[in-house]
């Protein structure tokens, strides 16, 4: 039997800069399924996405799947991606997460959520948190700029793309830099010396940790998981009852910390080059 794709759609160029098309999964011209594939909004036109890819209940566990998403492949290699990435809901990780690890993905960062308490919790005795001023603002972004990109290169991102993504989101996001409406800045002190940093954003009915860092000297003392309470604190008094971050693979601490908090995986993202 052959697995095809054939297209539903024309290609579609979005206003962004990225591309998509839907395509039918068919197995000797027959139906089974569809995929939706992409490029990456963060990433530029070299790094496709697999947005979607389903296959009916009847046609499943016969390799349609697997044979789909390999062709998905052959088309990002004609659009000119080097790299390919999916991002898989908790919900329905087990099957997925097998299928695309058979191809070669890999894990890459984890989107993580946790249902606050009603009541904010205490810091550590001897903590604090005070507002960042602008001094501590222009330090910290420019050292969080270079590690932002030392992240995704280290991950099989081009140095001018991690370079490009790094330049983009940050504008994106603080386009008035430390006044930037929604977003708190904070730093920790412990028995009146600075040992870390907090990025808080306030969504509609979320926040969500953008950066969060103990300062070296500092580490191993508890103080990132002091940092992790303010952010629990600060997302309570604005009325965000759920707080979500992102944890690269790898970063074994990191995972531990926000496991022994209470957080909860919510979305798996994978990525593979295309060789």
Same mark, same amino acid.
């Given at each position: 039997?052959?697995?095809?794709?054939?297209?539903?759609?024309?290609?579609?160029?979005?206003?962004?800069?990225?591309?998509?098309? +839907?395509?039918?999964?068919?197995? =000797?011209?027959?139906?089974?399924?569809?995929?939706?594939?992409?490029?990456?909004?963060?990433?530029?036109?070299?790094?496709?996405?697999?947005?979607?890819?389903?296959?009916?209940?009847?046609?499943? +566990?016969?390799? +349609?799947?697997?044979?789909?998403?390999?062709?998905?492949?052959?088309?990002?290699?004609?659009?000119?991606?080097?790299?390919?990435?999916?991002?898989?809901?908790? *919900?329905?990780? %087990?099957?997925?997460?097998r299928l695309f690890g058979a191809l070669?993905?890999?894990?890459? =960062?984890?989107?993580?959520?946790? +249902?606050?308490?009603?009541?904010?919790?205490?810091?550590?005795?001897?903590?604090?948190?005070?507002?960042?001023? #602008?001094?501590? !603002?222009?330090?910290?972004?420019?050292?969080?700029?270079?590690?932002?990109?030392?992240?995704?290169?280290?991950?099989g991102v081009p140095d001018a793309i991690?370079?490009?993504?790094?330049?983009?989101?940050?504008?994106?996001?603080?386009?008035?830099?430390?006044?930037?409406?929604?977003?708190? !800045?904070?730093?920790?002190?412990?028995?009146?010396?600075?040992?870390?940093?907090?990025?808080?954003?306030?969504? #509609?009915?979320?926040?969500?940790?953008?950066?969060?860092?103990? %300062?070296?000297?500092?580490?191993?003392?508890?103080?990132?998981?002091?940092?992790?309470?303010?952010?629990?604190?600060? *997302?309570?008094e604005a009325g965000r009852p759920l707080?979500?971050?992102?944890? !690269?693979?790898? =970063?074994?601490?990191?995972?531990?910390?926000?496991?022994?908090?209470?957080?909860?995986?919510?979305?798996?993202?994978?990525?593979?080059?295309?060789?």
């Amino acid at each position: 039997m052959t697995t095809t794709l054939r297209p539903l759609e024309p290609l579609q160029q979005h206003p962004d800069g990225t591309r998509s098309r +839907r395509y039918q999964v068919c197995v =000797n011209s027959r139906p089974v399924g569809e995929i939706h594939l992409g490029t990456s909004p963060s990433l530029g036109d070299t790094v496709a996405r697999v947005d979607d890819l389903r296959i009916a209940e009847a046609d499943r +566990r016969r390799g +349609r799947g697997t044979v789909a998403a390999l062709a998905a492949e052959e088309v990002a290699r004609g659009w000119g991606c080097r790299q390919i990435e999916t991002v898989v809901p908790a *919900a329905s990780a %087990d099957i997925a997460l097998r299928l695309f690890g058979a191809l070669g993905y890999t894990l890459r =960062n984890r989107g993580m959520e946790k +249902r606050l308490d009603a009541a904010p919790p205490a810091l550590p005795p001897g903590s604090r948190a005070r507002p960042m001023s #602008e001094a501590e !603002f222009a330090d910290w972004q420019a050292h969080e700029h270079e590690r932002y990109i030392r992240t995704w290169a280290e991950r099989g991102v081009p140095d001018a793309i991690a370079r490009a993504k790094a330049r983009d989101d940050h504008a994106r996001l603080l386009p008035r830099g430390l006044a930037t409406e929604g977003m708190l !800045f904070s730093v920790l002190e412990h028995e009146g010396t600075r040992v870390g940093t907090l990025w808080l954003a306030l969504r #509609e009915d979320a926040a969500y940790v953008y950066d969060v860092e103990a %300062d070296a000297a500092g580490r191993g003392q508890g103080h990132g998981r002091a940092l992790m309470l303010l952010a629990e604190r600060q *997302a309570l008094e604005a009325g965000r009852p759920l707080l979500g971050l992102n944890v !690269f693979a790898g =970063n074994i601490p990191a995972e531990r910390l926000y496991e022994s908090l209470g957080y909860e995986t919510v979305t798996y993202s994978l990525s593979k080059p295309l060789l």
